[in-house]
């Protein structure tokens, strides 16, 4: 029964889930999943944090999507010239060591929160439909693992390569020492939205 200029009274012995309830557990399986093909940790928690302030879904993605861009503005020798030439800029070279840290572990994350997502029973198709709307994602995600990926400047203790194809296809190849107990050090993800 519901009291007029009130909230709808949820049936007997049912309790209703809030948006933000439900955008905090949709997060938690998709990093679940995460965790359990990587095995590693990320140093770096503001990669996957999440915001239980926000209500649609796709707040979810603020984070790696600003990530992504930020490694997008890194990807260019320009960039590193850059980083070179302005020794004395604290921003620049604080940015600069957050790169550093772990890059393609952080990359191999964002692919497999994205992949995962979007393969997410209750959210995947409204995932997929949002990502779409960003036309030029799957190239930047490209151009980013072929900078990161083939650069041998960027030495990860968890990921050993990672690269992309035309097909956009990703494959991680994991470091035999970093955490994952599996023996299937090798991940493949298509980037299919």
Known sequence: ??????????PT?????????????IFGEIMDKVQGDLGFSI?????LKHDPGRFRIMALFDDILQRINTFRGASS?????????????QEIQQLAQNLRLEPKSQIAACVAFLCHACSHLEVGADVKRD????QDLKSIIQSIIRFFGENDNFVDPNVESIKIDDSYKVVIQLSPNSAKESSNLTIEYSLDW
Request: overall charge negative; charged content about 40%.
């Open 1 to 10: 029964m519901r009291i007029p200029g009130g909230e709808p009274t949820p």
């Open 13 to 25: 012995g049912k309790e209703v889930e809030s948006p933000q309830e439900k955008a905090k557990r």
């Open 43 to 47: 140093k770096n928690p503001l990669l």
């Open 77 to 89: 020798d320009s960039f590193w010239k850059r980083v070179l030439t302005f020794e004395e800029d």
């Open 131 to 134: 990502l779409g709307e960003y």
